[in-house]
């Protein structure tokens, strides 16, 4: 694990803003970008939550790397970056993996919660070796920019990011205000795998699941892809999340 995971120094943060925008484009006020492991960019992804996340919950980034270091990477990232300030704003960072390595069903396994893996994957109709489905582990809105739908932009760029690699579902143990705005944003989509818990920081997290499934939920898919629409209308997506989120929009059920 390289040791800028979770300490990205600002000075290199900032080239990789730069040449980010300096390769994508565009002049829409918000740059939209999905990252694979080892790119330049998923290093910023983890920066930017280490950041949020050390303000709002106090998760060190030595506490994040003992959560999150083994599972770099299986991890994708959506990157959302300010092209007037020149700076990243957002991230979304998604687990892929077996359903029975995803960090919610191991960490609801465990106390506070101690349902086994075996309860969850079966209340979720997954085995263990499935691969339907992603955790969403982390999101991460720099603050400043809550009101401006920088949320919701980045949930959506990771479902579309999700619907282009054949995934179904997701799992996620989430902060109860994040939660209201995930429901709020699909409708009914989000079942609870577990009750509220405090959980590495939060006074109140809740293990949930939410289904993805456009070909057979044409409601569910036109709610999302108008979602977008709004979400999207200050932002330009570049490189395959551009052709992810065009054809995510052309869907029909």
Known sequence: MPAEVFALESRQAQGIVDDLLDRSGGDAPFSVHLAHPGDEAAALSLQVAADVFLRAFGNTPDLLRSEYAELVPSM????????????????????LGPAGELKTIVDVARPPWS???EAALGA????????TAADLLLLSVQPGYRRHGIG?????????A???????????????PL?????AMSRGAVRRIAASQPYL???GSIPITLRMRPAEDGLLLRRMQDVGRR???????????????????????
């Not at 979720?124 to 691969?131: H, K």
């Open 231 to 253: 979400a999207g209308a200050h932002a330009g997506f570049s490189g395959e999340l551009a052709g992810a989120e065009r054809e995510f929009q052309a869907l029909v059920p």
């Open 115 to 117: 349902v086994p893996a």
């Open 201 to 203: 920081g939060s006074a």
């Open 76 to 95: 994708r990232h959506v990157v959302v970056l300010d092209r007037v300030a020149r700076t990243a704003v957002g991230s979304a960072i998604l687990q």
């Open 124 to 131: 979720l109709g997954l085995s263990p070796q499935d691969t």
């Open 179 to 183: 939660l209201a705005g995930l429901r």
């Open 162 to 176: 999700s619907a282009g690699m054949g995934l179904d579902r997701w799992t996620a143990i989430l902060d109860e």
């Open 152 to 160: 919701t932009l980045l949930l959506y760029a990771a479902w579309v």
